[in-house]
C-alpha cells in the first residue's frame, strides 16, 4: 500500500482525476439507497404515479452517470504505470542476458525464472481494477456518515461489524502465509522432479530410476495436496466468513432498525435505505482486505526484482579496434570461483600470434572451459588481464570483441525455434543458401535435408534433442557466421564420429590457413599434432605453454 501511495503522489494530475472521479461515482452510489427511502415513504405513501416515475428517472439517470464515471476511472488507471511496470519484464529480461556471468551463476535458476513471475505479481497487485478498488475503500466512511445522519444506532451497528470483519479477514490472512510459503518449496520440488522425467528420460529407465522418482515424487505430490487442500479450506473459510457476516450485518440493522422504527424513531424506507448503505460500506473494505495480501506479496516480489537489478552489467561499451590483427596475450591471469579454495587458473602467462594455433589440455576441471570463458569476456579475472593487440580487453567493447570471435562452448545451446530462425539471430541478412553452405561445411546439409522440417525444423529445450554430434557442428556452423580473426574451440571433436570429426578438421584447418588465431581446448591427438603450441592445465608447476617442433 505504502508503495500504491506513494507512485500516486508522484503523479499529481492523474491522481485528481481518479479522486474525482472516486468521489462522483460513490456520491451517485448512495442514489438507490435515498431512492427506496423516498419511495417508501412518499409514493407507497401517497400513490401519486408521477413522483414514481420522477424517483425512478432520476435514479436511472445517477446509475448510468456512476457507470460513465467509474468507467472514466478505470481508463485513467490504466495509464498509471507503477514504477515502470511496462518496461519491466523488458528490464529484468535484459538484466538476465546482459549481467556478468560470473554474478548470474550464483543465482539459482528457480529465482531467475520467479523473477518473471514476480512481474505479474506485481501487474496484479497494481493493475487498475485493484487501484479503483483502493480508491473507493475511504468512501465506506462516506456511507457510515449519511447512515449515521439517518440512524445513528444503525451506524454504529455498521461500524461494528465491518470492523470485526476487517480483523478476522486480516488474521485468517496472516495464517495463509507460512502455508503459502510452504507451498512455494513443494511446488518448486515438484518442478524439479518433472524437469527429471522430461528432460533424463534415458537415465530413468536404462538405470531403472523410475521405481525411485516416482516414490519421491510421490511423498512430494501427496504433500502438496495435502498443503493445497489446506490453502482452498482456509480461503473457502474466509469466502464464508465474509459471506456470513454480510448476513450477520443485515439481520444486525434490520433488527436494530426495527426496534427504531417501533419506538417512533425510524420509519421503514429509512430502515430498509439503511440496510443498503450498510452493505455499500462493507464491500469496499472487505476488497481492501482482500488486496493487503496480494500488496505485501508483490513488495516481496518488487524487493526480489530490486535486489537482482544490482548484478552489474557487463561493459558492452567501450573501444574497438577498426581491424584486429588476431593477436592476443595473457598476463598473469589468476581466476577462481566462490566456491573453490584455490584459484582455477593462476598466473597465467601465454602471447600468440595471429594464426597461430593453440591446444589447450588438462583434466575434467583443470580450467579449460574457464579459460576460454576469460577470452570470451565471459568471465573477468581476479587478477591479470587480456590483451587484444596490446590493449587491455577491459578497455574494449565486448559487444566489438564477440564480433571478432568464432566460438564454439563446450556446451552448445540453441534458441527455442527453428534451425534458419537460430542462424538469422546471428545475421538477420544470411540467406538459405548461406547458410546451407556452413551446413555443408560441417558435414550436416543431407542430415538437415532428411529432417521433416529442414531448416524449419524447431529446436526444442535448447537442441537437447540433437545428438551431441550434431548439436556441436550445429553449433559450429552458426560460430561461423562470425567472420572474426580469432576461433575459440571448447572441444569441438567430442561425440563426434570419425566422419563428423572429419569436416570439423577441415573447418579448423580452412580457418588456420585463413591467419585465423586458433585456441582449442582438446584431447583430440590429431588436434594436438597440428597445433603450434601446446599448454597443459594439469601441469603442477604453473602452466608455461610450450611451442611444438616438427
Known amino acids: ?3 500504491l501511495l506513494r507512485q500516486l503522489a508522484l503523479k499529481p494530475s492523474t491522481t485528481v482525476a481518479l479522486l474525482f472521479s472516486s468521489f462522483a461515482a460513490n456520491i451517485l452510489a448512495l442514489v438507490p439507497a435515498i431512492f427506496v427511502i423516498l419511495v417508501l415513504n412518499r409514493y407507497v405513501t401517497y400513490g401519486v404515479d408521477a413522483t414514481l416515475v420522477t424517483l425512478a428517472a432520476a435514479a436511472l439517470f445517477a446509475i448510468v452517470f456512476e457507470f460513465v464515471f467509474r468507467r472514466i476511472r478505470y481508463n485513467t488507471a490504466t495509464k498509471v504505470d507503477f514504477d515502470a511496470q511496462d518496461q519491466l519484464n523488458n528490464r529484468v529480461f535484459v538484466r538476465v542476458a546482459r549481467s556478468k556471468l560470473s554474478f548470474l551463476a550464483r543465482i539459482p535458476a528457480s529465482t531467475l525464472r520467479g523473477l518473471f513471475g514476480g512481474i505479474e505479481q506485481l501487474r496484479a497487485a497494481y493493475s487498475p481494477a485493484s487501484i479503483c478498488s483502493f480508491l473507493d475503500a475511504p468512501f465506506s466512511l462516506l456511507f457510515i456518515f449519511v447512515l449515521y445522519l439517518i440512524s445513528p444506532p444503525l451506524s454504529l451497528v455498521t461500524a461494528i461489524v465491518i470492523g470485526a470483519l476487517a480483523l478476522i479477514i486480516l488474521m485468517q490472512f496472516n495464517g495463509l502465509r507460512e502455508l503459502g510459503r510452504s507451498i512455494n518449496k513443494v511446488s518448486t520440488l515438484k518442478g524439479q522432479l518433472a524437469s527429471n522425467a522430461i528432460e533424463t528420460p534415458e537415465t530413468l529407465r536404462v538405470f531403472d530410476l523410475t521405481g525411485f522418482v516416482q516414490k519421491k515424487s510421490e511423498k512430494v505430490f501427496n504433500a502438496l495436496n495435502e498443503l493445497q487442500s489446506r490453502l482452498l479450506s482456509r480461503q473457502d473459510l474466509t469466502q464464508t466468513t465474509i459471506k456470513a457476516f454480510s448476513g450477520v450485518l443485515t439481520v444486525a440493522v434490520i433488527t436494530v432498525g426495527a426496534v427504531l422504527v417501533v419506538d417512533g424513531q425510524l420509519d421503514i424506507g429509512e430502515m430498509i435505505g439503511a440496510n443498503i448503505l450498510a452493505a455499500r460500506a462493507l464491500t469496499p473494505i472487505v476488497t481492501l482486505c482482500q488486496q493487503t495480501e496480494s500488496w505485501r506479496r508483490a513488495d516481496q516480489a518488487k524487493q526480489t526484482i530490486d535486489d537482482f537489478e544490482r548484478v552489474p552489467f557487463e561493459k558492452m561499451d567501450g573501444s574497438a579496434f577498426e581491424r584486429y590483427s588476431g593477436k592476443l596475450d595473457l598476463r598473469e591471469i589468476t581466476f577462481n570461483y566462490p566456491v573453490r579454495e584455490t584459484p582455477v587458473i593462476e598466473k597465467l602467462s601465454l ?6 594455433v593453440l591446444c589447450v589440455t588438462g583434466a575434467n576441471g583443470s580450467g579449460k572451459t574457464t579459460l576460454a570463458n576469460l577470452i570470451v ?10 590483451s587484444v593487440d596490446g590493449v587491455n580487453l577491459k ?3 565486448l559487444e566489438w570483441w564477440r564480433k571478432q570471435l568464432i566460438y564454439l562452448p563446450q556446451e552448445p545451446k540453441f534458441l527455442e525455434g527453428s534451425i534458419r530462425e537460430n542462424f538469422l539471430a546471428f545475421d538477420n541478412e544470411i540467406t538459405d543458401a548461406q547458410i546451407r553452405g ?10 538437415i535435408d532428411k529432417s521433416i522440417g529442414g531448416l524449419d525444423e524447431v529446436l526444442n529445450t535448447s537442441g537437447s534433442s540433437l545428438s551431441l554430434g550434431v548439436r556441436r557442428r550445429l553449433a559450429l556452423a552458426r560460430a561461423l557466421i562470425n567472420k572474426g580473426r580469432i576461433a575459440i574451440l571448447d572441444e569441438p571433436t567430442e561425440g563426434i564420429d570419425a566422419k563428423g570429426a572429419s569436416h570439423v578438421y577441415d573447418v579448423m584447418s580452412n ?6 588465431t586458433l585456441i582449442i581446448c582438446s584431447h583430440d591427438t590429431d588436434i594436438l599434432n597440428g597445433a603450434h ?8 608447476e604453473r602452466p608455461i605453454m610450450r611451442t611444438v617442433s616438427y
Open 1 to 3: 500500500m505504502k508503495r
Open 351 to 356: 602471447s600468440l600470434d595471429s594464426g597461430e
Open 377 to 386: 569476456g565471459l568471465l573477468e579475472p581476479s587478477e591479470g588481464y587480456v
Open 395 to 397: 578497455q574494449l567493447s
Open 438 to 447: 556452413l551446413l555443408t561445411d560441417v558435414g550436416l546439409e543431407e542430415e
Open 511 to 516: 580457418l588456420s590457413k585463413e591467419g585465423i
Open 533 to 540: 603450441h601446446v599448454l597443459d592445465l594439469d601441469e603442477e
